[in-house]
Protein backbone atom coordinates (compact mmCIF):
# COMPACT_ATOMS: atom_id res chain seq x y z
CA UNK A 1 0.00 0.00 0.00
CA UNK A 2 1.27 3.40 -0.72
CA UNK A 3 0.52 6.94 -0.37
CA UNK A 4 0.22 8.26 -4.08
CA UNK A 5 1.76 12.21 -4.31
CA UNK A 6 2.23 13.28 -8.04
CA UNK A 7 0.06 11.94 -10.42
CA UNK A 8 -0.18 15.42 -12.49
CA UNK A 9 -2.60 15.91 -14.87
CA UNK A 10 0.00 15.22 -18.55
CA UNK A 11 -1.71 16.70 -21.18
CA UNK A 12 -4.54 19.92 -20.46
CA UNK A 13 -5.82 21.38 -24.23
CA UNK A 14 -6.56 24.47 -24.66
CA UNK A 15 -9.96 25.10 -23.67
CA UNK A 16 -8.76 23.37 -20.35
CA UNK A 17 -6.29 26.01 -20.08
CA UNK A 18 -8.57 29.17 -20.71
CA UNK A 19 -9.99 27.48 -17.64
CA UNK A 20 -9.53 30.18 -14.87
CA UNK A 21 -11.97 29.33 -11.98
CA UNK A 22 -12.36 27.34 -9.57
CA UNK A 23 -14.81 25.90 -6.72
CA UNK A 24 -13.98 25.17 -3.44
CA UNK A 25 -16.71 23.66 -1.36
CA UNK A 26 -16.25 23.51 2.09
CA UNK A 27 -18.95 21.61 4.41
CA UNK A 28 -18.70 22.33 8.24
CA UNK A 29 -21.24 21.43 11.11
CA UNK A 30 -23.75 23.57 10.50
CA UNK A 31 -23.63 24.49 7.22
CA UNK A 32 -22.21 24.18 3.75
CA UNK A 33 -20.61 27.09 1.67
CA UNK A 34 -19.33 27.28 -1.67
CA UNK A 35 -16.96 29.54 -3.49
CA UNK A 36 -16.01 30.56 -6.85
CA UNK A 37 -12.54 31.73 -6.98
CA UNK A 38 -10.51 33.54 -9.86
CA UNK A 39 -7.55 30.93 -9.48
CA UNK A 40 -5.18 34.19 -10.99
CA UNK A 41 -5.29 35.94 -7.88
CA UNK A 42 -7.95 34.61 -5.37
CA UNK A 43 -10.31 36.94 -5.76
CA UNK A 44 -13.87 35.45 -4.82
CA UNK A 45 -16.15 35.85 -7.39
CA UNK A 46 -19.21 34.57 -5.16
CA UNK A 47 -20.04 32.80 -2.23
CA UNK A 48 -23.30 31.11 -1.28
CA UNK A 49 -23.88 29.59 2.18
CA UNK A 50 -26.63 26.87 2.85
CA UNK A 51 -27.64 25.26 6.31
CA UNK A 52 -28.68 21.86 6.64
CA UNK A 53 -32.59 21.61 7.68
CA UNK A 54 -32.46 18.06 9.34
CA UNK A 55 -29.61 18.95 11.50
CA UNK A 56 -31.17 23.09 12.36
CA UNK A 57 -34.20 20.62 13.43
CA UNK A 58 -32.05 18.71 15.75
CA UNK A 59 -32.79 15.48 13.99
CA UNK A 60 -31.11 12.66 14.75
CA UNK A 61 -28.80 13.59 17.79
CA UNK A 62 -29.52 13.05 21.35
CA UNK A 63 -26.62 15.76 22.67
CA UNK A 64 -27.06 13.60 26.66
CA UNK A 65 -26.29 10.72 24.79
CA UNK A 66 -23.32 12.74 22.78
CA UNK A 67 -24.82 11.51 19.79
CA UNK A 68 -24.92 13.29 16.71
CA UNK A 69 -25.44 12.40 13.11
CA UNK A 70 -26.14 14.04 10.05
CA UNK A 71 -28.55 12.92 7.04
CA UNK A 72 -26.21 12.66 3.86
CA UNK A 73 -29.25 14.21 1.46
CA UNK A 74 -28.35 17.90 3.50
CA UNK A 75 -24.89 17.18 2.16
CA UNK A 76 -26.33 16.64 -1.47
CA UNK A 77 -29.33 19.57 -0.86
CA UNK A 78 -26.82 21.73 0.21
CA UNK A 79 -23.63 20.92 -2.75
CA UNK A 80 -26.43 21.45 -5.24
CA UNK A 81 -28.38 24.62 -4.15
CA UNK A 82 -24.69 26.69 -3.06
CA UNK A 83 -23.04 25.63 -6.33
CA UNK A 84 -26.10 26.90 -8.22
CA UNK A 85 -26.16 29.67 -6.24
CA UNK A 86 -22.49 30.45 -6.94
CA UNK A 87 -22.89 29.96 -10.49
CA UNK A 88 -25.85 32.32 -10.96
CA UNK A 89 -24.04 34.83 -9.38
CA UNK A 90 -20.85 34.47 -10.78
CA UNK A 91 -22.59 34.82 -14.56
CA UNK A 92 -22.27 32.65 -17.53
CA UNK A 93 -18.66 33.83 -18.93
CA UNK A 94 -17.65 32.40 -15.37
CA UNK A 95 -19.50 29.12 -15.94
CA UNK A 96 -18.05 28.32 -19.28
CA UNK A 97 -14.90 28.63 -17.38
CA UNK A 98 -14.56 26.51 -14.12
CA UNK A 99 -11.37 24.65 -14.64
CA UNK A 100 -11.83 22.20 -10.97
CA UNK A 101 -14.08 21.90 -8.19
CA UNK A 102 -12.25 20.18 -4.81
CA UNK A 103 -14.68 19.74 -1.46
CA UNK A 104 -13.02 19.40 2.67
CA UNK A 105 -15.55 18.41 5.40
CA UNK A 106 -15.79 17.54 8.53
CA UNK A 107 -13.86 14.61 10.01
CA UNK A 108 -13.78 12.09 11.13
CA UNK A 109 -17.41 11.62 9.60
CA UNK A 110 -17.92 8.55 8.48
CA UNK A 111 -20.84 6.81 7.17
CA UNK A 112 -22.20 3.24 6.43
CA UNK A 113 -22.20 2.21 2.31
CA UNK A 114 -23.62 -0.54 0.02
CA UNK A 115 -21.74 -2.16 -2.21
CA UNK A 116 -22.38 0.38 -5.11
CA UNK A 117 -20.83 3.55 -2.47
CA UNK A 118 -24.50 4.58 -1.30
CA UNK A 119 -24.96 5.81 2.27
CA UNK A 120 -27.16 3.52 3.84
CA UNK A 121 -29.56 5.88 5.23
CA UNK A 122 -30.30 7.10 1.26
CA UNK A 123 -31.90 3.74 0.66
CA UNK A 124 -35.69 4.12 1.92
CA UNK A 125 -35.40 0.61 4.66
CA UNK A 126 -33.06 3.61 6.47
CA UNK A 127 -33.83 6.73 5.68
CA UNK A 128 -34.92 7.58 9.37
CA UNK A 129 -31.92 5.33 10.89
CA UNK A 130 -29.38 7.49 12.49
CA UNK A 131 -26.95 4.63 12.60
CA UNK A 132 -27.39 4.85 8.78
CA UNK A 133 -25.94 8.51 8.54
CA UNK A 134 -23.11 9.91 9.04
CA UNK A 135 -21.32 9.89 12.34
CA UNK A 136 -20.40 13.41 12.62
CA UNK A 137 -16.80 14.52 14.32
CA UNK A 138 -18.38 15.25 17.53
CA UNK A 139 -20.01 11.92 17.77
CA UNK A 140 -18.80 10.70 21.19
CA UNK A 141 -21.05 7.42 21.46
CA UNK A 142 -17.66 5.52 20.47
CA UNK A 143 -16.25 6.01 23.68
CA UNK A 144 -16.09 2.55 25.13
CA UNK A 145 -14.83 0.89 21.66
CA UNK A 146 -12.23 3.59 21.89
CA UNK A 147 -11.69 2.00 25.13
CA UNK A 148 -11.21 -0.98 23.96
CA UNK A 149 -9.21 0.02 20.64
CA UNK A 150 -6.93 1.29 22.79
CA UNK A 151 -6.56 -1.98 25.66
CA UNK A 152 -6.19 -4.02 22.59
CA UNK A 153 -3.40 -2.26 20.82
CA UNK A 154 -1.33 -2.32 24.69
CA UNK A 155 -1.22 -5.55 24.64
CA UNK A 156 -0.95 -6.05 20.97
CA UNK A 157 2.99 -5.98 20.67
CA UNK A 158 3.65 -3.63 17.72
CA UNK A 159 2.62 -0.33 18.75
CA UNK A 160 0.40 0.46 16.31
CA UNK A 161 -0.94 3.87 17.34
CA UNK A 162 2.52 5.62 17.89
CA UNK A 163 1.24 7.48 14.65
CA UNK A 164 -1.46 9.01 16.00
CA UNK A 165 -0.30 10.17 18.90
CA UNK A 166 -0.65 6.91 21.06
CA UNK A 167 -3.95 7.36 21.98
CA UNK A 168 -7.13 6.15 19.58
CA UNK A 169 -10.01 8.58 19.80
CA UNK A 170 -13.97 8.20 19.87
CA UNK A 171 -14.13 10.65 17.62
CA UNK A 172 -12.59 8.27 14.59
CA UNK A 173 -12.97 6.36 12.12
CA UNK A 174 -12.76 2.77 13.76
CA UNK A 175 -14.20 3.14 16.97
CA UNK A 176 -17.19 5.07 15.45
CA UNK A 177 -17.92 2.10 12.82
CA UNK A 178 -17.47 -0.41 15.22
CA UNK A 179 -19.90 1.07 17.75
CA UNK A 180 -22.65 1.11 15.14
CA UNK A 181 -22.23 -2.24 13.91
CA UNK A 182 -22.33 -3.61 17.57
CA UNK A 183 -25.30 -1.97 18.71
CA UNK A 184 -26.71 -2.22 14.85
CA UNK A 185 -27.93 -5.25 13.52
CA UNK A 186 -29.53 -3.95 10.31
CA UNK A 187 -26.91 -1.89 9.53
CA UNK A 188 -24.32 -4.30 10.03
CA UNK A 189 -26.01 -6.67 7.49
CA UNK A 190 -26.63 -3.84 4.96
CA UNK A 191 -23.24 -2.51 4.85
CA UNK A 192 -20.30 -3.08 2.35
CA UNK A 193 -17.69 -0.87 3.52
CA UNK A 194 -17.44 2.35 5.45
CA UNK A 195 -16.10 6.08 4.04
CA UNK A 196 -15.25 9.14 5.10
CA UNK A 197 -17.39 12.29 4.30
CA UNK A 198 -14.48 13.57 2.38
CA UNK A 199 -14.20 10.69 0.61
CA UNK A 200 -17.62 10.02 -0.50
CA UNK A 201 -18.27 13.67 -1.99
CA UNK A 202 -15.70 13.36 -5.05
CA UNK A 203 -16.98 9.83 -5.31
CA UNK A 204 -20.40 11.20 -6.06
CA UNK A 205 -19.12 13.99 -7.82
CA UNK A 206 -18.13 12.34 -10.55
CA UNK A 207 -20.35 9.05 -10.68
CA UNK A 208 -18.72 6.03 -9.08
CA UNK A 209 -20.68 3.02 -9.20
CA UNK A 210 -18.63 0.68 -6.36
CA UNK A 211 -16.59 1.03 -3.54
CA UNK A 212 -13.83 0.28 -5.22
CA UNK A 213 -13.77 3.50 -7.02
CA UNK A 214 -13.62 6.00 -4.18
CA UNK A 215 -10.15 7.45 -4.14
CA UNK A 216 -9.74 7.78 -0.40
CA UNK A 217 -7.79 10.45 1.23
CA UNK A 218 -4.11 10.16 2.94
CA UNK A 219 -5.86 12.78 5.42
CA UNK A 220 -8.56 10.83 6.89
CA UNK A 221 -6.53 7.68 5.62
CA UNK A 222 -3.37 8.73 8.01
CA UNK A 223 -4.81 11.01 10.65
CA UNK A 224 -8.52 8.67 11.36
CA UNK A 225 -8.26 5.47 10.19
CA UNK A 226 -4.63 4.16 11.51
CA UNK A 227 -3.22 4.45 7.71
CA UNK A 228 0.59 4.76 8.21
CA UNK A 229 3.57 4.58 5.58
CA UNK A 230 5.29 3.41 8.03
CA UNK A 231 3.36 0.38 8.72
CA UNK A 232 3.01 -0.23 4.69
CA UNK A 233 -0.75 0.78 4.97
CA UNK A 234 -3.66 -0.57 7.77
CA UNK A 235 -2.00 -2.31 10.86
CA UNK A 236 -2.01 -6.03 9.81
CA UNK A 237 -5.82 -7.70 9.04
CA UNK A 238 -5.05 -9.81 12.71
CA UNK A 239 -5.07 -6.66 14.80
CA UNK A 240 -8.96 -5.81 13.60
CA UNK A 241 -10.02 -9.66 13.35
CA UNK A 242 -8.85 -10.47 16.86
CA UNK A 243 -10.10 -7.01 18.25
CA UNK A 244 -13.56 -8.15 16.94
CA UNK A 245 -14.54 -10.53 14.05
CA UNK A 246 -17.27 -7.34 12.81
CA UNK A 247 -14.05 -5.46 11.68
CA UNK A 248 -12.64 -8.39 8.97
CA UNK A 249 -15.30 -7.20 5.90
CA UNK A 250 -14.43 -3.52 6.29
CA UNK A 251 -11.13 -3.83 6.32
CA UNK A 252 -11.26 -5.96 3.44
CA UNK A 253 -12.36 -3.22 1.73
CA UNK A 254 -10.33 -0.74 2.71
CA UNK A 255 -7.98 0.11 -0.85
CA UNK A 256 -4.05 -0.42 -1.52
CA UNK A 257 -3.66 3.52 -2.21
CA UNK A 258 -4.46 6.34 -0.68
CA UNK A 259 -4.26 9.89 -2.17
CA UNK A 260 -3.04 13.59 -1.39
CA UNK A 261 -5.40 16.01 -2.69
CA UNK A 262 -3.69 17.47 -4.85
CA UNK A 263 -4.84 14.54 -7.25
CA UNK A 264 -8.02 14.74 -9.70
CA UNK A 265 -10.27 12.12 -8.25
CA UNK A 266 -12.03 12.06 -12.39
CA UNK A 267 -14.55 14.45 -14.26
CA UNK A 268 -17.65 15.46 -13.13
CA UNK A 269 -20.41 12.98 -14.30
CA UNK A 270 -22.99 13.86 -16.76
CA UNK A 271 -25.50 13.87 -14.16
CA UNK A 272 -24.09 16.12 -11.54
CA UNK A 273 -22.62 17.94 -14.36
CA UNK A 274 -26.51 18.79 -15.55
CA UNK A 275 -27.67 18.99 -12.20
CA UNK A 276 -25.09 22.07 -11.62
CA UNK A 277 -24.78 23.38 -14.56
CA UNK A 278 -21.49 22.87 -15.09
CA UNK A 279 -19.56 21.15 -18.29
CA UNK A 280 -18.53 17.29 -17.77
CA UNK A 281 -15.14 18.46 -17.91
CA UNK A 282 -14.47 20.09 -15.10
CA UNK A 283 -12.08 17.91 -12.92
CA UNK A 284 -12.74 16.76 -9.55
CA UNK A 285 -10.22 16.88 -6.78
CA UNK A 286 -9.55 14.16 -4.01
CA UNK A 287 -11.27 15.16 -1.10
CA UNK A 288 -9.34 16.26 2.58
CA UNK A 289 -10.47 17.25 6.62
CA UNK A 290 -12.08 20.98 6.42
CA UNK A 291 -9.28 22.40 8.82
CA UNK A 292 -6.35 20.84 6.76
CA UNK A 293 -7.47 22.45 3.45
CA UNK A 294 -8.62 25.35 6.00
CA UNK A 295 -4.63 25.35 6.92
CA UNK A 296 -3.66 25.74 2.74
CA UNK A 297 -6.25 28.75 2.42
CA UNK A 298 -4.35 30.39 5.34
CA UNK A 299 -1.27 30.20 4.16
CA UNK A 300 0.34 27.35 6.33
CA UNK A 301 3.92 28.14 6.88
CA UNK A 302 6.87 24.91 8.24
CA UNK A 303 6.39 25.57 12.36
CA UNK A 304 4.02 27.97 11.97
CA UNK A 305 0.64 26.69 13.92
CA UNK A 306 -2.18 27.10 12.35
CA UNK A 307 -5.66 27.45 14.28
CA UNK A 308 -8.66 26.50 12.51
CA UNK A 309 -11.02 28.01 15.11
CA UNK A 310 -14.71 27.68 14.67
CA UNK A 311 -17.05 25.01 17.61
CA UNK A 312 -13.52 22.93 17.89
CA UNK A 313 -10.41 23.66 17.07
CA UNK A 314 -8.13 21.85 15.13
CA UNK A 315 -4.52 23.24 14.90
CA UNK A 316 -2.17 22.18 11.73
CA UNK A 317 1.37 22.02 11.88
CA UNK A 318 3.66 21.75 8.44
CA UNK A 319 7.70 20.28 8.71
CA UNK A 320 9.32 19.41 5.61
CA UNK A 321 10.21 15.76 6.12
CA UNK A 322 13.88 15.78 5.93
CA UNK A 323 13.76 18.05 8.89
CA UNK A 324 11.16 15.14 11.04
CA UNK A 325 12.65 12.15 10.11
CA UNK A 326 12.85 9.50 13.68
CA UNK A 327 10.39 11.97 15.21
CA UNK A 328 7.19 10.20 17.35
CA UNK A 329 4.85 13.32 18.49
CA UNK A 330 3.26 12.02 21.33
CA UNK A 331 -0.90 12.34 22.43
CA UNK A 332 -1.42 14.45 19.21
CA UNK A 333 -4.27 13.40 16.27
CA UNK A 334 -1.55 12.02 14.07
CA UNK A 335 1.26 12.85 12.01
CA UNK A 336 0.78 11.83 8.04
CA UNK A 337 2.91 12.97 5.07
CA UNK A 338 0.93 15.01 2.69
CA UNK A 339 -2.20 15.18 5.08
CA UNK A 340 -1.97 19.07 4.39
CA UNK A 341 0.88 19.88 1.60
CA UNK A 342 1.89 16.78 -0.21
CA UNK A 343 6.24 16.30 0.40
CA UNK A 344 5.60 17.35 3.90
CA UNK A 345 4.69 15.97 7.55
CA UNK A 346 1.35 17.38 8.51
CA UNK A 347 0.73 17.34 12.21
CA UNK A 348 -3.16 17.89 13.63
CA UNK A 349 -4.20 18.28 17.47
CA UNK A 350 -6.85 20.73 18.20
CA UNK A 351 -9.51 21.29 21.18
CA UNK A 352 -12.93 18.89 21.20
CA UNK A 353 -14.91 22.44 22.20
CA UNK A 354 -14.24 25.95 21.67
CA UNK A 355 -16.84 28.08 19.76
CA UNK A 356 -18.93 25.65 21.40
CA UNK A 357 -18.30 26.23 24.70
CA UNK A 358 -19.26 29.87 23.91
CA UNK A 359 -22.43 28.92 22.43
CA UNK A 360 -22.67 26.59 25.40
CA UNK A 361 -22.96 29.56 27.74
CA UNK A 362 -25.41 31.52 25.60
CA UNK A 363 -27.50 29.00 25.48
CA UNK A 364 -27.80 28.74 29.32
CA UNK A 365 -28.27 32.13 29.57
CA UNK A 366 -31.14 32.01 26.78
CA UNK A 367 -33.13 29.57 28.39
CA UNK A 368 -35.75 31.85 29.97
CA UNK A 369 -36.05 33.44 26.85
CA UNK A 370 -37.02 30.40 25.30
CA UNK A 371 -38.88 28.51 27.88
CA UNK A 372 -40.56 31.75 29.84
CA UNK A 373 -41.01 34.93 26.84
CA UNK A 374 -42.97 32.67 24.96
CA UNK A 375 -45.43 32.12 27.07
CA UNK A 376 -45.81 35.60 28.20
CA UNK A 377 -49.30 36.94 28.05
CA UNK A 378 -48.29 40.42 27.68
CA UNK A 379 -46.33 40.45 24.14
CA UNK A 380 -47.79 38.12 21.11
CA UNK A 381 -46.06 35.59 19.52
CA UNK A 382 -43.84 37.27 16.74
CA UNK A 383 -43.09 39.89 19.37
CA UNK A 384 -41.69 37.09 21.18
CA UNK A 385 -39.64 35.40 18.27
CA UNK A 386 -38.34 39.04 17.43
CA UNK A 387 -37.17 39.82 20.84
CA UNK A 388 -35.34 36.28 21.55
CA UNK A 389 -33.52 36.48 17.98
CA UNK A 390 -32.46 39.91 18.89
CA UNK A 391 -30.71 39.31 22.22
CA UNK A 392 -29.50 36.44 21.03
CA UNK A 393 -27.92 37.77 18.11
CA UNK A 394 -26.40 40.73 20.40
CA UNK A 395 -25.26 37.97 23.54
CA UNK A 396 -21.97 37.68 22.84
CA UNK A 397 -20.61 40.24 21.20
CA UNK A 398 -22.21 42.11 24.46
CA UNK A 399 -20.27 39.34 26.50
CA UNK A 400 -17.00 39.65 25.12
CA UNK A 401 -17.33 43.59 25.57
CA UNK A 402 -18.11 43.25 29.11
CA UNK A 403 -15.60 40.50 29.45
CA UNK A 404 -12.64 42.34 28.32
CA UNK A 405 -13.22 45.18 30.77
CA UNK A 406 -12.85 42.83 33.66
CA UNK A 407 -9.30 43.78 35.46
CA UNK A 408 -7.38 40.30 35.18
CA UNK A 409 -7.48 38.56 38.79
CA UNK A 410 -5.33 36.08 39.96
CA UNK A 411 -7.71 34.22 42.15
CA UNK A 412 -10.52 34.74 39.68
CA UNK A 413 -13.25 31.98 38.32
CA UNK A 414 -11.19 29.14 36.64
CA UNK A 415 -12.85 27.18 34.09
CA UNK A 416 -11.72 23.79 32.44
CA UNK A 417 -12.15 23.71 28.78
CA UNK A 418 -13.15 19.70 28.67
CA UNK A 419 -16.92 20.40 27.90
CA UNK A 420 -16.77 18.02 24.68
CA UNK A 421 -13.83 15.84 26.46
CA UNK A 422 -10.18 16.12 25.38
CA UNK A 423 -9.04 15.96 22.14
CA UNK A 424 -5.85 17.12 22.92
CA UNK A 425 -3.40 16.40 24.11
CA UNK A 426 -3.45 12.88 25.45
CA UNK A 427 -7.01 12.85 24.14
CA UNK A 428 -9.88 11.39 26.82
CA UNK A 429 -13.62 12.56 25.95
CA UNK A 430 -14.71 10.94 29.58
CA UNK A 431 -13.73 14.49 30.56
CA UNK A 432 -15.78 17.04 31.61
CA UNK A 433 -15.67 20.80 31.77
CA UNK A 434 -15.98 22.61 35.15
CA UNK A 435 -15.89 26.20 36.90
CA UNK A 436 -14.61 26.79 40.02
CA UNK A 437 -13.97 30.02 42.63
CA UNK A 438 -17.86 31.20 42.37
CA UNK A 439 -18.96 33.69 44.43
CA UNK A 440 -22.36 35.16 45.38
CA UNK A 441 -20.45 37.97 43.37
CA UNK A 442 -19.67 36.06 39.84
CA UNK A 443 -21.95 37.15 36.94
CA UNK A 444 -22.26 36.05 33.74
CA UNK A 445 -19.07 38.25 32.00
CA UNK A 446 -17.00 37.11 34.82
CA UNK A 447 -17.80 33.54 34.21
CA UNK A 448 -18.03 33.91 30.43
CA UNK A 449 -14.27 35.95 30.70
CA UNK A 450 -13.24 31.88 32.61
CA UNK A 451 -14.39 29.66 30.10
CA UNK A 452 -12.64 32.14 27.15
CA UNK A 453 -9.90 31.86 29.49
CA UNK A 454 -9.96 28.13 29.30
CA UNK A 455 -9.91 27.92 25.85
CA UNK A 456 -6.86 29.95 25.92
CA UNK A 457 -4.97 27.37 28.32
CA UNK A 458 -6.46 24.46 26.39
CA UNK A 459 -4.63 26.64 23.33
CA UNK A 460 -1.50 26.95 25.46
CA UNK A 461 -1.12 22.79 26.16
CA UNK A 462 -1.30 21.81 23.03
CA UNK A 463 1.64 24.49 22.05
CA UNK A 464 3.37 23.01 24.97
CA UNK A 465 2.84 19.50 24.01
CA UNK A 466 5.03 20.51 20.61
CA UNK A 467 7.80 22.14 22.15
CA UNK A 468 7.45 19.21 24.72
CA UNK A 469 8.41 16.59 21.85
CA UNK A 470 11.20 18.52 20.13
CA UNK A 471 8.84 20.36 17.55
CA UNK A 472 9.50 24.42 17.64
CA UNK A 473 6.74 26.89 17.01
CA UNK A 474 7.82 29.77 15.40
CA UNK A 475 4.83 31.57 15.32
CA UNK A 476 0.53 31.27 15.33
CA UNK A 477 -1.85 31.46 12.48
CA UNK A 478 -5.67 32.41 13.11
CA UNK A 479 -8.29 31.46 11.17
CA UNK A 480 -12.16 30.94 11.14
CA UNK A 481 -14.98 33.08 12.25
CA UNK A 482 -14.01 33.55 15.70
CA UNK A 483 -10.32 34.37 14.66
CA UNK A 484 -11.99 37.10 12.56
CA UNK A 485 -14.93 38.30 14.92
CA UNK A 486 -13.76 38.30 18.23
CA UNK A 487 -10.48 40.70 19.09
CA UNK A 488 -10.73 39.81 23.01
CA UNK A 489 -10.46 35.93 22.45
CA UNK A 490 -7.80 36.54 20.37
CA UNK A 491 -5.72 38.86 22.38
CA UNK A 492 -5.89 36.95 25.45
CA UNK A 493 -5.14 33.65 23.07
CA UNK A 494 -1.73 36.20 22.13
CA UNK A 495 -1.34 36.54 26.01
CA UNK A 496 -1.92 33.38 27.44
CA UNK A 497 0.67 31.55 24.76
CA UNK A 498 3.00 34.54 24.67
CA UNK A 499 3.36 34.56 21.24
CA UNK A 500 2.46 36.63 18.34
CA UNK A 501 -0.62 35.81 16.95
CA UNK A 502 -1.65 36.51 12.99
CA UNK A 503 -4.84 36.77 11.33
CA UNK A 504 -5.70 35.57 7.78
CA UNK A 505 -7.42 37.91 5.72
CA UNK A 506 -10.07 35.83 4.11
CA UNK A 507 -13.28 34.56 6.13
CA UNK A 508 -13.36 31.44 4.18
CA UNK A 509 -9.95 30.01 4.42
CA UNK A 510 -11.72 26.05 4.18
CA UNK A 511 -13.55 26.72 0.82
CA UNK A 512 -10.26 28.55 -0.52
CA UNK A 513 -8.06 25.93 0.38
CA UNK A 514 -10.50 23.84 -1.40
CA UNK A 515 -9.71 26.04 -4.11
CA UNK A 516 -5.97 26.27 -4.42
CA UNK A 517 -6.00 22.08 -4.46
CA UNK A 518 -8.79 22.16 -7.28
CA UNK A 519 -6.56 24.84 -8.81
CA UNK A 520 -3.73 22.57 -8.50
CA UNK A 521 -5.45 19.83 -9.80
CA UNK A 522 -6.26 21.73 -12.90
CA UNK A 523 -3.27 21.73 -13.43
CA UNK A 524 -2.97 25.82 -13.28
CA UNK A 525 -0.65 25.53 -11.01
CA UNK A 526 2.23 22.56 -10.62
CA UNK A 527 2.30 22.91 -6.87
CA UNK A 528 -0.37 23.53 -4.08
CA UNK A 529 2.29 26.29 -2.44
CA UNK A 530 2.67 27.46 -5.48
CA UNK A 531 -1.21 27.87 -5.80
CA UNK A 532 -1.23 29.47 -2.28
CA UNK A 533 1.39 31.73 -2.80
CA UNK A 534 -0.91 33.03 -5.99
CA UNK A 535 -4.14 32.74 -4.32
CA UNK A 536 -3.72 33.42 -0.55
CA UNK A 537 -5.10 37.08 0.44
CA UNK A 538 -2.35 37.56 3.10
CA UNK A 539 -2.67 38.63 6.57
CA UNK A 540 -4.31 41.45 8.42
CA UNK A 541 -4.71 42.13 12.07
CA UNK A 542 -1.68 40.83 14.35
CA UNK A 543 -1.76 40.15 18.05
CA UNK A 544 0.95 41.17 19.73
CA UNK A 545 1.36 39.14 23.47
CA UNK A 546 1.35 42.11 26.33
CA UNK A 547 4.45 40.76 28.46
CA UNK A 548 3.01 42.45 31.58
CA UNK A 549 -0.60 40.22 31.64
CA UNK A 550 1.45 37.01 30.27
CA UNK A 551 3.38 36.66 33.55
CA UNK A 552 -0.22 36.89 35.07
CA UNK A 553 -1.59 34.01 32.42
CA UNK A 554 1.30 32.12 34.15
CA UNK A 555 0.08 31.73 37.31
CA UNK A 556 -3.41 31.04 36.27
CA UNK A 557 -2.39 29.23 34.26
CA UNK A 558 -0.58 27.14 36.60
CA UNK A 559 -4.05 27.33 38.88
CA UNK A 560 -5.69 25.58 35.59
CA UNK A 561 -3.60 22.76 35.58
CA UNK A 562 -3.66 21.68 38.90
CA UNK A 563 -7.70 22.13 38.81
CA UNK A 564 -7.25 19.72 35.31
CA UNK A 565 -5.11 17.22 37.03
CA UNK A 566 -7.61 17.15 40.17
CA UNK A 567 -10.62 16.57 37.65
CA UNK A 568 -9.00 13.88 35.65
CA UNK A 569 -7.51 12.09 38.77
CA UNK A 570 -10.96 11.88 40.16
Known amino acids: MRVVRYEKLTTINNKQMKSNYCIGVDFGTDSVRSIIVDASNGEEVAVAVHFYKRWQDGLYCDPSQNQFRQHPQDYVEGLEVTVRQCLNEAGDAVRRNIAAISVDTTGSTPVAVNEAGIPLALLSDFRDNPNAMFVLWKDHTAVKEATEINAHAAGFGNNYLKYVGGIYSSEWYWAKLMHVLLVDERVRKACYS?????????????????????????????????????????????????????????YDTYPNKVYTADQCAGNLSKEWAERLGLPNEVFVGVGAMDAHMGAVGGQIEP?????????????????????????????????????????????????????????????????????????????????????????????LHELNGQAAMLPLQIDGELAIDWLNGRRTPDANQLLKGAVSGLSLGSDAPRIFRALVEATCFGARKIVERFQLEGIPI?????????????????????????????????????????????????GIYPSVEDAMQAMGKGFGREYVPNKEKSILYDQRYQQYLALGDCLEKN
Not at 213 to 231: D, M, N, P, Q, Y
Open 194 to 250: WVEHCDWMPFLLTGGRHVDEIKRSVCTAGHKGLWAEGFNGLPPKTFFSSLDPILTPI
Open 303 to 395: YHLSKVMGTSTCDMLVVPKNEFEGKIVSGICGQVEGSIIPGMIGLEAGQSAFGDTYAWFKRLLSWPLHHLLTQSNRIDADTAKLLIADVEDRL
Open 474 to 522: KGLIGVGGIAQKSPFVMQMLADVIAIPLRIHQSEQTCALGAAMFAATVA
